[in-house]
Each structure stands twice: as structure tokens, then as C-alpha cells.
């Protein structure tokens, strides 16, 4: 009777042994992979840090012609260009209101930007001579909308609206021809389209991240910054630059492989 029992109790424990080992395999099947398409946030590794002389700068470029960057001020309407160290070279006053975004063209002799209230994307020559403006409307709210815009090697347009929708808008001239909601961060501040690689980095002030996406919009990459109101994003010689809203600071981040 005693060996019956002791049987039933080992078969009792085997049993509680098998269901056990089937519910962890069954978690481990259930939980997300660790695949590209949803990476590990990492933080972005900081060089340095510039005050700039530029009022709530928004929007960051890189132009290789100049060897210089470019800035706006939502503040005041005026294009800055400024170097490495953040000093102010020259800046350029243009008939455009609440300025959030900057590029140029795929050869540089074209300058784009972006006016959030107007929801206006506004062309002008190098010398600030405006020669045309075409309208955006996809926000919701005027304080929710256009926020950065570059250039892809075809000279098509991407501009983010910053949320409500958050969404890229691709632009060949005036025309739409596609728009991508994007669910990443929080809200959308700048885009850098990096030509080497055919894809897109952007900055996040409320997510304080910068994140990579493919050609086709899916993430390749995200890290942390440590700072909100980053408002613009370019990347030169391996190096990202970031430029801070509410404190007037360019910094410098090492661009991750």
C-alpha cells in the first residue's frame, strides 16, 4: 500500500514537472524578440556641448557646400549659419513666420522650410529670395503641426508633421505622393535623410530619443538623449548634431554603427 503511494506521489511530481516545463516554453515562445525591429534603446554618447547665439533654434542641416550648418529661429523668422562650435556666421532674415524646419536641395543651392502656424513649406534661393510656398495640411492642431523636412538624393521632400497625426509626408514638387504615420516616440521634431545610407534619422523632444528608420520607414535603430526640446538633427563625418529649444545649446553625439 505504502509502495502504491509513493508510486502515485512520483507520477503526481512528474506530471507537475511536465505542465511546468510547458508553461516556460510556451512564455518564452509569447515573449518579443530582440530583432531589428524592436531594438534595445541604448543612450546616444555625448562629445560635446556649444551655446549658440541663435532664440529657440529649430532644425538643423548640414551643408557640404558651405562646410557649415544651418538653423532657424522660431522666434524671430531669420536663417542662421553657424560652425562646429556653434558660433553664428551670418544669419539671414526671410518673409516666413514661426520657422520649425530647414533644408536644402540635393545639390545645395536651394533652401526649404518649414512654417509651422502657416503649415507652409517655403522655397528660396541661397541669397533669401523666396520663389515659392506650397501648403501642408494634415494636423489637427496649428501647435501640432509641420515641424522638419529634408531631401532625398531625387530632391523629394519629407516633412514631419509632429503629432496628431504623427506622420512623414513624401513631396515631389508640390505634390504628395505618399504619408506614413509613424508610432515610435511621442512626437516628431526633426528628420535628417542620410544619403550614404538611404535612410532617416530623427529626433523626438518629448520621447528624448533619436531614432533610425529604413528607406521604408521601419526602425533600425533608438537611443536616448539626455534633454527634451531637441529640435533639430543633421549628421556629419560620423558625428550627430542636435540642437536644444529651450537652452540654445548644439550638441555633438557620436553616430552609432
Do not use: W
Given at each position: 500500500?505504502?509502495?502504491?503511494?509513493?508510486?502515485?506521489?512520483?507520477?503526481?511530481?512528474?506530471?507537475?514537472?511536465?505542465?511546468?516545463?510547458?508553461?516556460?516554453?510556451?512564455?518564452?515562445?509569447?515573449?518579443?524578440?530582440?530583432?531589428i525591429t524592436d531594438p534595445t534603446i541604448q543612450i546616444l554618447k555625448q562629445i560635446a556641448s556649444y551655446p549658440i547665439n541663435v532664440p529657440e533654434p529649430s532644425g538643423l542641416f548640414y551643408n557640404s557646400k558651405t562646410n557649415s550648418l544651418f538653423t532657424v529661429s522660431d522666434g524671430n523668422g531669420t536663417v542662421y549659419e553657424i560652425n562646429f562650435n556653434g558660433s553664428v556666421l551670418r544669419s539671414l532674415m526671410i518673409p516666413s513666420s514661426d520657422l520649425e524646419g530647414i533644408t536644402y536641395s540635393a545639390n545645395n543651392d536651394t533652401m526649404y522650410v518649414v512654417e509651422e502656424t502657416n503649415r507652409l513649406v517655403s522655397k528660396y534661393l541661397a541669397d533669401g529670395r523666396k520663389l515659392s510656398s506650397f501648403s501642408v495640411n494634415v494636423a489637427t492642431a496649428h501647435n501640432n503641426a509641420l515641424e522638419g523636412i529634408t531631401?532625398?538624393?531625387?530632391?523629394?521632400?519629407?516633412?514631419?508633421?509632429?503629432?496628431?497625426?504623427?506622420?512623414?509626408?513624401?513631396?515631389?514638387?508640390?505634390?504628395?505622393?505618399?504619408?506614413?504615420?509613424?508610432?515610435?516616440?511621442?512626437?516628431?521634431?526633426?528628420?535628417?535623410?542620410?544619403?550614404?545610407t538611404n535612410s532617416f534619422w530623427i529626433v523626438s523632444d518629448e520621447s528624448q530619443k533619436v531614432i533610425w528608420l529604413s528607406r521604408d520607414f521601419n526602425l533600425i535603430g533608438q537611443w536616448s538623449i539626455p534633454f527634451t526640446k531637441g529640435e533639430g538633427i543633421t549628421?556629419?563625418?560620423?558625428?550627430?548634431?542636435?540642437?536644444?529649444?529651450?537652452?540654445?545649446?548644439?550638441?555633438?553625439?557620436?553616430?552609432?554603427n
Open positions: 500500500m505504502q509502495a502504491a503511494s509513493e508510486r502515485s506521489i512520483s507520477i503526481m511530481n512528474k506530471l507537475i514537472i511536465i505542465i511546468l516545463l510547458f508553461i516556460s516554453l510556451s512564455c518564452q515562445r509569447n515573449q518579443p524578440s530582440t530583432s531631401v532625398d538624393n531625387s530632391n523629394h521632400l519629407f516633412i514631419i508633421n509632429e503629432k496628431s497625426p504623427r506622420m512623414i509626408l513624401e513631396y515631389a514638387g508640390q505634390k504628395e505622393i505618399s504619408r506614413k504615420e509613424i508610432d515610435y516616440v511621442s512626437d516628431l521634431s526633426d528628420i535628417f535623410y542620410e544619403r550614404n549628421i556629419h563625418n560620423n558625428i550627430i548634431y542636435i540642437v536644444n529649444d529651450a537652452t540654445n545649446t548644439l550638441y555633438e553625439f557620436e553616430r552609432p
